[in-house]
């Protein structure tokens, strides 16, 4: 219900921002946008990458852990 955004919902935003900013603002504001997702986007495959690294990394037991274990 509140995820799906309609065409009239999208066009009234649209407007609003173009309004507040200005038609020469705009450009600027979408290219500043573009650049902070594909940041968002880099950063979140980085840390996705590294979680799987560590996921597949073999895990280590100490001695004194496998003879407590043992008994």
Known sequence: M???IGMGE???VLGIVLLIFGP??????AKSMGQA??????????VTSKI???ADEPVEV???E????AK
């Open 2 to 4: 509140f995820g799906k």
């Open 10 to 12: 999208l066009l009234l």
């Open 24 to 29: 020469s603002k705009l450009p600027a504001l």
């Open 37 to 46: 997702v594909k940041e968002f986007r880099k950063g979140s495959q980085e």
């Open 52 to 54: 799987e690294k560590l």
């Open 62 to 64: 100490e001695p004194k």
């Open 66 to 69: 496998q003879e407590t274990a």
